[in-house]
């Protein structure tokens, strides 16, 4: 069975930085995009980016594109997002996701949260 | 950037009856990408549909999803207890977006 688990989340000022890690079993990460989503409170889902099973391509939506920086650790199964120069818009559950667009599974979420 | 609309916000229904969700996209989705997820509160999402009307692994049969251009829906027979949760589209060409999302209360 697929689990997918992310850590990390919490609360940071504006300007700071934050790192969420996913640790994904149950399935061979090497072989897979993976991707990170949040929803921000009563907003929509927002995909934020997404990164190649061997981590060379990656991607980004506008939103966060030069501010957020997604890797991953073949090694460890782990993936990875470094979020710095966060905005209170950043405030969101941030989910990681297995396939690079369309994904078939998600993990439960962490939260960041962006304030002073 | 393509916009889902998704109608109703909220469909209160009881368990047994039919559920028919919407979900509209600003210009036509090319290739069929489009897919439909379930999410319950505290629990991981789940993908039910994709490529418009392909059933997920392990998703039940009373899940169907059908549409064309830029009109999908999303069915769901007879409602299971287990059905009551939060529905998202999504369009997953090369810049994804997810409609707002359809709340199925117990009516």
């Known amino acids: 069975e697929v689990h997918l688990l992310e850590s990390g989340g919490g609360l940071v000022q504006p300007g700071g930085s934050l790192r969420l890690s996913c640790t994904a079993s149950?399935?061979?990460?090497?072989?897979?995009?993976m991707s990170w989503v949040r929803q921000a409170p009563g907003k929509k889902v927002e995909w934020v980016s997404a990164i190649s099973a061997t981590g060379v391509t990656t991607y980004y939506a506008d939103s966060v594109k030069g501010r957020f920086t997604i890797s991953r650790d073949n090694s460890k199964n782990t993936l990875y997002v470094q979020m710095d120069s966060l905005r209170a818009e950043d405030t969101a559950v941030y989910y990681c996701?297995?396939?690079?667009?369309?994904?078939?599974?998600w993990g439960q979420g962490a939260l960041v949260t962006v304030s002073s | 950037e393509f916009v889902l609309t998704q109608s109703p916000g909220t469909l209160s229904l009881s368990p047994g009856e039919r559920a028919t969700l919407s979900c509209r996209a600003s210009?036509?989705?090319?290739?069929?990408?489009l897919a439909w997820y379930q999410h319950q509160p505290g629990q991981a999402a789940r993908l039910l549909i994709y490529g418009v009307s392909t059933r997920a692994a392990g998703i039940p049969d009373r899940f169907s999803g059908r549409g064309s251009g830029a009109d999908f829906t999303l069915t769901i027979s007879r409602l299971e207890p287990e059905d009551f949760a939060v529905y998202y589209c999504?369009?997953?060409?090369?810049?994804?977006?997810f409609g707002q999302g359809t709340k199925v209360e117990i009516k």
């Open positions: 149950g399935f061979t990460f090497s072989s897979y995009a």
């Open positions: 999504q369009q997953y060409g090369s810049s994804p977006t």
């Open positions: 210009q036509n989705i090319s290739s069929f990408k």
């Open positions: 996701a297995k396939g690079q667009w369309l994904s078939d599974n």
